[in-house]
């Protein structure tokens, strides 16, 4: 068995080595007691198809040499077709036959599945009956893929209409953003143009009202109010917040306020006598700040020529000091009239010292001759408000001011007579620092009337209702509220 298996492989093509059991060469081997002659390999007398009784030495050389160089070039053949170097051991000649014998193994029982999956194939062939279902099958599967395949066609087609009308909307789309960025372009600058206008609109409605407010605050605005504020500090009647009076060293006012506040007063008179149209009787009132003076006119000769009183005249309470008036007259009149004016101190340098009183003359004669106009001026505004309404029966204390119609009836609240104003002397020589200080008090409470009288002809004249008439009693350094 063993020989036969060894002869099969050596007729198998796929061997790809050379058995050296029956064929060896062994190099020469040598000797202790000297070299010895090649050993040459022994070769049967099969390989060689000859006898041995018909070999010879000289025959045997050339066929060794020639066995070994077929033997080589057979070799280099091998180990060129092969990964395997020949000539190779009995070691690995065994392990490749083990090798090759377990992948003949492998190799036969892969053989016999095929052989037993063939015979099952041939006694499982299916009867005609079977064929001509799976023909019919395979007709219908066929129809069914024609249909189905038209159907993939249409679709298709349905694919590319509706391709192209996606692309046409997606077209329009376009069209469609384009127009609305524009019309978000044109929508924000209208929108920027309407916030411009109304901003225009709402600075010109703030504008008008802050104007509309302005010119109502300025129809109630009271500016002789304001030009002359008169009230009260304790004692003390003020004008513009100056104390016009003396009292007590602990109260003692400076002389440059006293004639500050009657320079006020002074100017306060010529101006409400300016507005009214008054012309004073003897009096020019000179108001010059703190040296104010009224010049006392004093005719030198008798005649019968009055004086009248008209706008014309009134101007001079507030001009320039003039050496003599002029008074109307007619080509039958008698010559003109002179008046010396003789002036008439409002102010005092307080040089001189307070227990003589009887030195302050002039500063009392002219106390007297603004007592004077006040009165005089008083008188005119009563006539002057009896002519122009009818009479009312009064309801309110003497000095109220009525209302807006024109019918105003004003009287000084109190009665001024020579050189006494409530029957309190208005002469610093006269009596005490108080009673002088009560009767400065009383002549700016009669100028506050007189005031607002002028205010309210004023008001009347412009149509600006009884809100003119108004005096308000706050203002000024030392004010503390409206005159009592």
């Known amino acids: 068995m063993a020989a036969s298996t060894k002869a099969g492989l050596k007729d198998n093509p796929a061997m790809s080595f050379v058995m050296l059991t029956d064929s ?81 193994s492998a190799a036969q029982k892969e053989r016999d599945t095929y052989i037993s999956f063939l015979r099952s194939l041939n ?57 609305e960025q524009e019309f978000w372009r044109d929508r924000n600058a209208f929108s920027l143009t309407l916030a411009e206008f109304q901003n225009e609109r709402d600075a010109l409605q703030a504008a008008y009202e802050h104007d509309a407010a302005q010119l109502e605050r300025l129809q109630r605005t009271n500016v002789y109010n304001d030009c002359f504020c008169i009230s009260h500090d304790g004692q003390f009647g003020t004008i513009n917040g100056l104390r016009l009076g003396r009292l007590p060293p602990q109260q003692s006012v400076e002389w440059a306020e006293i004639n500050a506040a009657l320079g006020t007063t002074a100017f306060l008179l010529a101006t409400v006598a300016e507005k009214l149209g008054f012309v004073f009787q003897g009096y020019r009132i000179r108001p010059m700040g703190s040296t104010s003076h009224i010049e006392k006119l004093a005719e030198s000769t008798t005649t019968t020529t009055t004086t009248t009183n008209t706008p014309a005249a009134s101007t001079a309470t507030i001009a320039p000091p003039q050496t003599s008036p002029t008074y109307p007259s007619s080509p039958s009149s008698p ?53 122009s309404s009818t009479p009312q029966p009064r309801t309110a204390a003497p000095g109220a001011v009525g209302g807006a119609s024109g019918s105003v009836g004003v009287r000084l609240p109190y009665r001024i007579s020579r050189d006494k104003v409530h029957d309190v002397s208005i002469r610093l020589g006269a009596g005490t620092d108080e009673t002088w200080t009560r009767a400065c008090k009383y002549a700016l409470t009669c100028c506050k009337f007189l005031l607002a009288f002028a205010s309210n002809v004023g008001a009347a004249a412009a149509g600006g209702g009884t809100d003119g008439g108004r005096v308000g009693g706050g203002g000024g350094g030392g004010g503390k509220g409206g005159m009592r």
Not at 24 to 32: G, I, L, R, S, W
Not at 56 to 84: C, G, K, R, W
Not at 130 to 148: D, I, N
Not at 162 to 174: N, W
Request: hydrophobic letters at 35%.
């Open 24 to 104: 060896q060469v062994v190099p020469p081997q040598a000797t202790a007691n000297g070299p010895k002659k090649p050993h040459s390999k022994s070769i049967t007398s099969k390989e060689k198809g000859i006898s041995p009784s018909s070999s010879s030495p000289d025959t045997d050389t050339p066929n060794l040499s020639h066995q070994i160089s077929s033997t080589t070039h057979l070799f280099e053949i091998l180990s060129a077709q092969s990964d395997i170097d020949h000539p190779i051991c009995t070691e690995c000649t065994d392990l490749l036959l083990t090798n090759l014998q377990s992948r003949l």
């Open 123 to 179: 006694t499982t062939a299916p009867s005609p009956q079977t064929l001509q279902k799976a023909e019919k099958s395979l007709k219908e599967s066929r129809a069914a893929e024609s249909k189905a395949f038209a159907e993939l066609l249409a679709l298709e087609k349905q694919k590319r209409e509706l391709d192209e009308e996606i692309a046409s909307l997606e077209a329009e789309s376009l069209a469609l953003d384009k127009e």
């Open 335 to 387: 010559p003109q009239i002179t008046a010396k004016p003789t002036p008439l101190d409002l102010f005092s340098s307080g040089d001189l010292p307070l227990g003589a009183r009887f030195l302050h003359r002039r500063l009392d004669a002219g106390m007297v001759a603004l007592l004077d106009c006040i009165r005089q001026l008083g008188d005119f505004v009563e006539n002057t408000s009896s002519a």
